[in-house]
């Protein structure tokens, strides 16, 4: 079993361009209290140094469009705010705008069970858009994001680079 969690961690850059890192959360072996298995850190407010803030969280279903392509570059956008979006099932791709060549630092594939780390909060932002699977279906983009506020700094500073 390995023991880091992959994280793709989207950004502004300098440029105020989007770009994708891939990062890894590390995992500690626990068990006892019906725990078993491979964690990461408990993530805490520093402010209050304990756990007593709230978790802000919700889950959001996009259908696959219609037209055979995926969704386009009209959902160009920033992050809303620091947050984490879990995929629960689609098969995506998003892309960094307004940029000239596509790298692996400007592209990224999100796949059911994928965690992204959205902070581009400034700049060009990024566009994303349905992909086909292995047998040509297109599945809806379920997700669960989880807003990271005081938490971020210390969620951070535990990512390592791939």
């Known amino acids: 079993m390995d023991s880091n969690l992959s994280i793709t961690h989207m950004f502004t850059d300098e440029s105020n361009h989007t770009r994708f890192k891939k990062m890894v959360l590390p995992l500690e072996p626990k068990s006892g209290l019906g725990s078993v298995g491979l964690f990461s850190s408990l993530f805490v407010n520093q402010v209050l140094d304990d756990n007593s803030g709230d978790i802000k969280m919700q889950f959001a279903v ?13 959902l160009a956008h920033t ?13 995506l791709e998003f892309k960094s705008c307004d940029v ?27 566009v994303w858009q349905f992909l086909k699977d292995a047998d040509g279906i297109m599945h809806p983009w379920v997700r669960c ?7 971020y700094d210390h969620f951070i500073s535990k990512l390592k680079e791939n």
């Open 79 to 91: 992050a809303p705010r620091r947050q984490l979006v879990i995929t629960l099932d689609g098969y």
């Open 100 to 126: 000239e060549s596509m790298d692996n630092e400007h592209l990224t594939i999100i796949r059911r069970g994928d965690i992204l780390l959205a902070d581009d909060l400034e700049g060009a932002g990024h």
């Open 62 to 74: 996009t259908p696959v469009p219609d037209q055979s392509e995926g969704e386009g570059p009209k």
């Open 145 to 151: 994001y989880v807003h990271l506020g005081e938490e």
